[in-house]
């Protein structure tokens, strides 16, 4: 489903309405938007649900910090390995 048909979607619902699209935070990951489904909450106040599709892959991590679902983080400096000491015999 593409943006232009998601809007196209919700244009139709009211614009009150809570919307709602529950992922897992502590594993998160991209997925397709299958359906727009309208339902009333345990108050009788209309709610749209985005139906999970597809799962496309990792959630792009700057997507994950801005939902607060991780803390930023700065990847730890490069360096070099050392080598690997040889296995044998001598002790």
Known sequence: MTVGELINRL????RD?????????FFPMAHR???VVTATDE????????AD?????????AVAVRLTW???????PRT????ARPSGGDR
């Not at 244009?11 to 009211?14: K, M, P, Q, V």
């Not at 309405?17 to 935070?25: D, K, M, T, Y």
């Not at 108050?43 to 985005?50: D, E, M």
């Open 17 to 25: 309405a809570a919307a709602r699209l529950a992922f897992n935070p």
């Open 43 to 50: 108050t009788g106040r209309p709610v749209v649900f985005l």
């Open 70 to 76: 991780q803390e930023p983080t700065t990847a730890p």
């Open 53 to 61: 599709g597809q799962q496309l892959g990792h959630l792009p991590p």
């Open 33 to 35: 938007i299958a359906d």
């Open 80 to 83: 070099r390995r050392r080598a």
């Open 11 to 14: 244009s139709e619902l009211d």
